[in-house]
């Protein structure tokens, strides 16, 4: 149903905003309820406490229907300010709030959950705290209005935007899912890797970016990709911990790499005005120095062990019928810039890529044979868009909190006051503020929580709009690798047989560009492409940071064209954080010893390759 939802509503729009708001917020809620009852996840085999379990589904069920009629019912009323509140409507509103609290624990755990009932009860009781973070003071009847009675709570802007936007760029994906695109799509990625030191490990990283770029999670495409990637990274001699953090690092990656860009992209246009198109090219560069990082990073902890590429004779073969099948997923994504470049919406672009992928997904042979599985994509797919926008419905409670108690502008100019108007230090505590609040949920749900409550205090500092989300975004999402919760570690873990901690501790290694860029991006926006871009700042600001990207991988990894000592190891990291600090002499300063360090190790290794090779000098003087 959700699927079919979403189709209609970016291909024809929404047929009544305000009962289509609640009303997919309340199907979104059974089809949870449905798909993750109690009764499976606390599974006994005492009998009544199964019938037990069932029963208490039963009630969440009828509880949230029974809310969403309530709001229909006296919406009108309160519109026009002619309603008067019930200890009736307090009690169905409340219940409202409780299913989506406790759905959005099932789907997602804790940590949301938690935000949202601390967001109510500070509305709630916020006016007795001390300092800054004290309010006027709201009744339960106020609240109970803002959060369930009120388009700026659970039914507020963001579930509007994942109606009519999101969705279908999730059912997109799946449907890409469905027709074997993402097989097809490692064996190509495979195949231009295969000449290199890491093989399936760069394979990886290929194949995760490209479709992480239209899951929409990190979690999901690590499990979508990594049990085809980790266990031949592992084949190959990689560690257990190194395979789990390639896959995990590389899939997170695809959240803010363009296209789609996990659907963020148009999400960012949503809030920002800003255009696709220069969201997109905004989003490239950095992303590909992300991905051009984890390259690094893998060919360097290949060499450290050893390893050789495959031999030519091994190495993954494509047939005629591969390059015919990779239209299946080329076609799509050039229609989503087709259908963009044309002026047409981003819902627009996504309801013809879904089309046209569920075409072409008939190329497949094992498609043709099986079509039913375009009808298990769709399933699929709707069970992603329920649970994301259960998600969604309680960002909305924290938004709503939020706004109405002005904590949003408070914490803001906290965060201004404790950084003392310093630019470095307000993204240093926006950073972690990012990485804490964005433990344990998907791409969109962390973003939107996340720019709502701190993108202000970085604007006021005069950061460019558009800098300002995707530098949210990218510690949004990088959140998903960081300990302790690091959901993308912990999906991959399983599949490669490490310890989830230890897995999220390598990828984080492994991707600590990402969390440097969005810095790197604030004070050179010509990196941005499209904000204040000027080519000579762009061409040197992309040197320093390929410089810097290898003194980091190398440092980090204790090697380079041999292994290096401690403290050649610590001058090469402080070698790379000094060539990007926005110093004019401390730039050159430290480009130059880094190019130089890099220089003297490649000449060393070269004579200690060739000991017995003179230089034409030496041959005179001979």
């Given at each position: ?15 009544d ?18 798909l993750m009852p ?17 029963a ?18 006296v ?7 002619l ?10 509103g409340?219940g409202?709030?409780f ?8 789907a997602?755990g ?15 009781f916020?006016?007795q ?11 339960g ?7 369930w009675?009120?388009?700026?709570g ?7 935007v994942?109606?009519?936007?999101i ?10 899912e ?5 097989a097809?799509?490692?064996?190509i ?8 030191r ?21 979690a999901?495409n690590?499990?979508g ?13 990689f ?16 959240q803010?790499?363009p296209p ?12 920002t ?5 220069n969201?997109?090219l ?16 893998v060919?360097?902890e290949?060499?450290r ?14 047939s005629?019928?591969?390059i015919?099948?990779s ?9 989503i ?26 190329l497949h042979p ?9 009808i298990?994509?769709l399933i ?9 926008m259960v998600?969604v ?23 201004l ?5 310093s ?5 240093v505590?926006?950073?972690l ?13 962390a973003?939107?929580i996340i ?6 205090a ?5 950061v460019?709009?558009?800098?300002v ?26 599949i490669?047989g490490?310890d ?15 969390f ?8 050179n ?14 061409v ?24 290096i ?11 790379g ?13 430290f ?24 230089s034409p ?6």
């Amino acid at each position: 149903m959700l699927a079919g939802l979403a189709f209609h509503t970016a291909g024809f729009g929404m047929f009544d905003e305000v009962y289509q708001r609640s009303s997919t917020v309340g199907i979104a809620a059974v089809a949870v309820i449905l798909l993750m009852p109690l009764a499976s996840i606390y599974k006994s085999d005492n009998t009544i406490k199964h019938i037990l379990l069932w029963a208490v589904d039963m009630v969440l069920v009828a509880l949230m229907v029974l809310a969403v009629l309530w709001f229909f019912s006296v919406n009108e009323e309160l519109i026009f300010g002619l309603y008067t509140f019930t200890p009736t409507d307090m009690l169905v509103g409340a219940g409202g709030l409780f299913v989506v609290i406790e759905l959005t624990r099932r789907a997602f755990g804790v940590p949301l959950a938690i935000i949202s009932v601390l967001s109510i009860i500070y509305a709630l009781f916020g006016n007795q705290l001390p300092g800054f973070l004290a309010h006027a003071g709201y009744d339960g009847e106020t609240v109970m209005r803002t959060l369930w009675y009120s388009f700026d709570g659970v039914f507020g802007l963001p579930v509007t935007v994942v109606l009519s936007l999101i969705f279908i760029f999730i059912i997109f994906g799946a449907v890409l899912e469905g027709t074997g695109a993402g097989a097809i799509l490692l064996r190509i990625a495979w195949r231009v890797t295969g000449s290199l030191r890491g093989g399936p490990a760069h394979a990886a990283v290929v194949a995760s970016s490209m479709f992480g770029t239209f899951s929409g999670s990190s979690a999901a495409n690590v499990v979508g990709t990594g049990v085809f990637t980790i266990p031949m990274i592992k084949q190959r001699g990689f560690s257990n911990a190194f395979a789990g953090g390639v896959e995990a690092s590389a899939s997170t990656g695809g959240q803010f790499t363009p296209p789609v860009m996990g659907a963020a992209a148009f999400m960012i246009a949503d809030l920002t005005g800003v255009g696709y198109i220069n969201i997109a090219l905004a989003a490239l560069i950095p992303a590909m120095f992300y991905y051009a990082s984890l390259f690094s990073a893998v060919s360097v902890e290949a060499a450290r062990l050893g390893i050789e590429p495959v031999p030519a004779e091994e190495r993954q073969k494509l047939s005629r019928q591969d390059i015919y099948l990779s239209s299946i997923f080329i076609i799509p994504i050039l229609t989503i810039i087709f259908v963009l470049v044309s002026g047409r919406s981003a819902a627009s672009a996504g309801f013809w890529a879904t089309i046209v992928a569920a075409a072409l997904g008939f190329l497949h042979p094992d498609f043709r044979k099986n079509p039913s599985k375009l009808i298990i994509s769709l399933i699929r797919g709707g069970e992603q868009c329920a649970k994301i926008m259960v998600a969604v419905a309680a960002v909305g409670i924290v938004i709503g909190a939020v706004n109405q108690t002005g904590l949003g502008l408070r914490f803001s100019l906290l965060v201004l006051k404790l950084a003392s108007n310093s630019l470095f230090l307000a993204l240093v505590l926006t950073a972690l503020a990012c990485l804490i609040l964005g433990m344990g949920l998907p791409t969109l749900p962390a973003y939107l929580i996340i720019v709502l409550i701190l993108g202000g205090a970085i604007e006021k500092l005069g950061v460019p709009i558009l800098i300002v989300h995707i530098f949210v975004l990218y510690f949004g999402v990088m959140s998903n690798i960081t300990p302790p919760v690091a959901m993308a570690a912990y999906a991959a873990a399983p599949i490669s047989g490490s310890d989830p901690l230890r897995t999220a501790v390598v990828a984080v290694r492994l991707a600590l560009v990402g969390f440097i860029i969005p810095f790197v991006l604030v004070y050179n926006p010509s990196l941005s492409l499209v904000v204040e871009f000027e080519l000579g700042e762009f061409v040197w600001i992309a040197a320093r940071l390929g410089l810097a990207i290898w003194l980091f991988t190398t440092s980090l990894a204790g090697t380079d064209a041999r292994d290096i000592g401690w403290l050649s190891r610590l001058i090469r990291f402080g070698a790379g954080i000094g060539c990007l600090v926005a110093i004019p002499w401390m730039e050159v300063s430290f480009f130059v010893l880094g190019a130089a360090i890099v220089a003297v190790e490649r000449y060393l290794h070269s004579r200690q390759q060739n000991p017995h090779q003179t230089s034409p000098n030496e041959e005179v003087v001979r």
